[in-house]
C-alpha cells in the first residue's frame, strides 16, 4: 500500500500539472501576439536573475526582438522597440549588432530619426573606440534628417576613432557642400586631396577640390563685380579692374592657373574649364 501511495501522488501531481498547463495554453492564446514585450523587466532586473549568463539574455532578447518587430500580425509591434533595446544594451554594452539594427529599424520601420540617433549616442558611449556607430548616426542625420551640422558632429567623431575609413573625411568635406559653405568644403577637399596616397582617392578629391574651386572662385568674381557695378554705374571693362579699384584683393585663376572667361556686355563670368562633375553654380 505504502509503495501505491507515492504513484497515485505522481499521477495526481501529473494531472495537475497537465490542468494548469492546459490553462496558461487557453490564457496565452487569448492574449495578442506580441504582448510579451509589454511585460518585459527594465535589465537592472533581468542581470539580478541572469546569474551572470546576461549576455546570453542579450543574445536571446535580441533574437526575439528581430522576430517581433517582422512579424506584421502583431498590433503596435513597434510600440516598446525602444524599450527593448534599452534592455539590450544594458545586459550587454558592448554588443554592437544591435545598435546598428536596432537604428535601422527605428530609421526605416518606424520613421523616427530621434529614437535612432539616442540608441546610436548610446552605442558611442559604450564604445568609445568604435567608429562604425558614429559612421551610421551621420549617415542618418545626413540622409534622413538632412541635418547637415549634425552629420558633422556624428562624422567628426568617427574620424578620431582607431581604424576609421578614409571615406569618412570625404564625406564630412561634402556635408559643407550641401549646407552651402562651400569653402570650407574645398578646404577639406584640399586636405583630402594632400593627405592620402591612393590614386582613386587621390583623383575623387582632386575632383571636388578643382569644382569647388571654380565654384567658389566665380561667387566672389559675381559678387564683386556686382558691387563694382553698383559702385560705378557701369560694369568693368575687365576682371582686372576689379583688382585695380580695390573690390578684390586678387582676380583668381582656376586650379590649372587658367583665367576666367568674362564678357564685359553682359556681366557674365564663366569657368575657364568644364566642372568635372558636372556641378552648375547657381
Known amino acids: 500500500m505504502r509503495r501505491l501511495l507515492p504513484a497515485a501522488s505522481l499521477v495526481l501531481l501529473a494531472a ?17 501576439p506580441g504582448y510579451e ?10 542581470k539580478l536573475t541572469s546569474l551572470g549568463y546576461q549576455q546570453i539574455f542579450a543574445d536571446v532578447i535580441y533574437l526575439w526582438s528581430i522576430q517581433h518587430t517582422t512579424n ?31 537604428a535601422m529599424t527605428m530609421v526605416y520601420e518606424m520613421n523616427n530619426i530621434p ?3 539616442r540608441l546610436l549616442d548610446r552605442g558611442m558611449r559604450n564604445l568609445p573606440a568604435n567608429w562604425s556607430i558614429p559612421m551610421d548616426a551621420g549617415f542618418y542625420a545626413f ?5 547637415f551640422d549634425l552629420a558633422v558632429h556624428y562624422f567628426d567623431i568617427a574620424m578620431q576613432r582607431p581604424g576609421a575609413p578614409s571615406v569618412l573625411r570625404r564625406l564630412r568635406a561634402d556635408m559643407y557642400r550641401r549646407k552651402g559653405d562651400i569653402q570650407t ?4 577637399w584640399h586636405d583630402v586631396l594632400e593627405g592620402t596616397t591612393d590614386e582613386r582617392e587621390r583623383r575623387i578629391a582632386y575632383n571636388h577640390f578643382f569644382d569647388l574651386s571654380q565654384e567658389t572662385d566665380l561667387r566672389v568674381l559675381r ?7 553698383t559702385a560705378r554705374g557701369h560694369r568693368p571693362a575687365r576682371l582686372s579692374r576689379l583688382k585695380e579699384d580695390g573690390f578684390i584683393a586678387e582676380v583668381p585663376t582656376n586650379p590649372e592657373g587658367a583665367e ?5 556686355r553682359s556681366g557674365e563670368v564663366s569657368p575657364p574649364s568644364p566642372f568635372n562633375l558636372n556641378r552648375r553654380v547657381q
Open 223 to 229: 559678387k564683386a563685380i556686382e558691387a563694382y557695378t
Open 115 to 117: 529614437m535612432a540617433l
Open 37 to 46: 514585450m509589454l511585460y518585459l523587466p527594465a535589465g537592472k532586473y533581468i
Open 260 to 264: 576666367y572667361i568674362y564678357d564685359p
Open 143 to 147: 540622409m534622413h534628417a538632412r541635418d
Open 16 to 32: 495537475i500539472i497537465f490542468r494548469v498547463q492546459t490553462r496558461m495554453d487557453v490564457l496565452r492564446h487569448a492574449l495578442p
Open 185 to 188: 568644403a574645398r578646404d577639406f
Open 72 to 102: 506584421e500580425a502583431v498590433p503596435d509591434r513597434f510600440a516598446r522597440v525602444e524599450h527593448v533595446y534599452e534592455v539590450i544594451n544594458d545586459l550587454d554594452p558592448e554588443y554592437v549588432d544591435p545598435y546598428h539594427i536596432g
